[in-house]
């Protein structure tokens, strides 16, 4: 592939005069000790697609050199990438940059290189010459992935991580519990995924009234799946960030321990939305879920674990005795004021153990923790509030960056919902509010996309529903300066060709293809 069609644009990029490199079957690679997780990455990746060994080299015969240089002024996450008549070279400020060089390298050769076996023929694998020097703007970059919506197996999650690492992604923010199931095992608490894992049917799109496929559905991670993806990740320098939800969004938790709840027994939430359903306030809800926080940080080494705290409805804690009391005992206005109360028990609970509490920005309801990075969720105004109250923000708007959220107005739509988002609306987005000053602008850690699963079941709808639209996000977060979608059209429509070689069901620039559609089933659109 030609220099220009690189995804995200780099800061710096020149070609040079010369022919470039080919790779042969002498070619190999070398790399020092720092760096020798890319080295194992790219080996294992072009040697796949191209069928070259690319065995380890020594020193100066290595034709493709990879080293980390703190001293070479790169930033965090930087490298630069020189490709002559003499070789390759990859020199990262750390190992990520290097690892993030090495993704660059793979750019410069044919979409075939992100094949699993060689589909190319010999002589094929010639890297230009360039000349690259690049740097993140954020260094949060992040994806929501929804697995309690719809369950998503692990070598789906693992398939899930390369992309975010092909993007130079470097979050992986894990929604594991919600109404409609509860997705990592809890040794303390079995019945959690014995019961809490597990619906008797799907809600099938956005209509009213509410209409199921009559199909049971769950699945969930074991602790050493968890830890396998966090490995993985970490090979890829992505964090998983987990999300256990409270007080709202945890129907499922409420099926399996009935005791954690303010009504009557429920079974696993089978329908989309938001339900009424909370936890209790008492010392023994607390406790369960510093148990379950327990296990949490021993598998996640993440610094940021979410609580959630977004869309808890207060009905239930308004006629409830217990809820009434402990607002009266700890001297709270209101039930607002009693979810903050809650929030600011686990963000004391986080600190302690040296991470901080992540939550969405209904956080700031009554009062915010003072260890609490907030996701601004609903528009720009939360992230704004925050920074300006000294507080890290991600920032994440419905508007650009709910990655379910349909694509088109069309009415070939896979069961449309929200206001239409698409490739270039996402680009285009902005990730710091224009009305933060410069200091408050600080505040802002980076952006996401989310991924909301309801209405994706498979790992093909998620497919359509993500790309190119995230390889769009991965460029507003990586690329620092002026975004033309104009520019960027040409060379997205180059790294499709990746997108393909690799397999990936992405939503053509055209629209869906005809499988790709959901006739029949209702969708939610707003305008």
């Known amino acids: 592939m030609p220099a220009d069609s690189l995804v995200p644009r780099p800061a710096e990029l020149s070609t040079g005069a010369y022919d470039g490199l080919a790779l042969t079957p002498s070619t190999r690679i070398d790399a020092d000790s720092a760096a020798r997780g890319a080295e194992v990455w790219l080996r294992a990746e072009l040697g796949a697609a191209t069928g070259l060994p690319l065995p380890r080299g020594d020193g100066q015969s290595a034709q493709l050199r990879l080293s980390v240089d703190p001293a070479a002024g790169l930033g965090a996450e930087g490298y630069r990438l020189i490709v002559d008549a003499e070789g390759a070279l990859i020199v990262g400020h750390d190992p990520a940059g290097v690892f993030y060089g090495a993704q660059t390298l793979r750019q410069l050769l044919p979409p075939t290189a ?63 519990s919600d109404d409609q199931g509860w997705r990592v095992e809890i040794e303390r608490y079995p019945r959690l995924t014995e019961v809490g894992a597990w619906r008797e049917e799907s809600q099938v799109g956005a209509g009213l009234p509410p209409a199921f496929d009559g199909r049971p559905h769950g699945g969930y991670y074991t602790r050493d799946d968890i830890r396998e993806i966090v490995a993985y990740a970490a090979q890829r320098h992505i964090t998983v960030v987990p999300e256990i939800d409270i007080p709202g969004h945890s129907q499922a938790a409420i099926a399996a ?135 890290d ?106 997108l393909e070689a690799l397999g990936v069901e992405y939503r053509p620039l055209s629209g869906p293809r005809p499988w790709q559609r959901r006739p029949g089933v209702a969708g939610r659109p707003r305008s």
């Open 114 to 176: 992100y094949r699993r076996a060689p589909a190319a023929g010999p002589g094929q694998w010639r890297l230009p010459s360039v000349r690259i020097t690049d740097r993140p703007r954020f260094g949060w970059r992040g994806c929501m992935l929804d697995v309690a919506r719809h369950f998503m197996p692990k070598h789906d999650v693992l398939r899930f991580i390369d992309l975010l690492a092909l993007h130079k992604l470097n979050v992986l923010h894990l929604h594991l």
């Open 257 to 391: 321990y009935p005791e954690l709840g303010e009504g009557e027994p429920v079974g696993v939430g089978r329908q989309w939305g938001i339900i009424d359903n909370v936890l209790n306030v008492t010392d023994a809800t607390l406790e369960f879920y510093r148990n379950v926080f327990d296990e949490i940080l021993e598998l996640f080494p993440s610094r940021y674990v979410c609580v959630g705290g977004d869309e808890c409805p207060k009905k239930q804690w308004r006629v409830s005795d217990t809820a009434q009391r402990r607002i009266r005992e700890e001297g709270l206005a209101d039930e607002d004021e009693l979810q903050s109360w809650f929030v600011r028990h686990f963000d004391a609970y986080l600190t302690e153990r040296g991470r901080r509490l992540l939550g969405w920005d209904e956080i700031l309801e009554g009062g915010l923790a003072p260890g609490a990075t907030v996701m601004s969720w609903r528009g720009t105004e939360g992230g704004v509030a925050a920074a300006r109250a000294g507080h």
């Open 393 to 498: 923000v991600v920032m994440c708007p419905t508007d650009t960056s709910y990655l379910d959220y349909r694509q088109s107005d069309g009415a070939d739509e896979p069961i449309p919902v929200g206001t239409v988002l698409t490739t270039a609306d996402v680009y285009a987005a902005e990730p710091v509010p224009a009305e933060l000053s410069e200091q408050e602008a600080r505040h802002v850690l980076g952006a996401q996309v989310n991924v909301w699963t309801e209405h994706m079941d498979s790992p093909r709808a998620v497919d359509y529903m993500v790309f190119p639209r995230l390889s769009a996000f991965a460029e507003a977060v990586w690329s620092a300066g002026p975004r033309d979608y104009a520019e960027f059209l040409p060379r997205l429509e180059g790294h499709l060709l990746r």
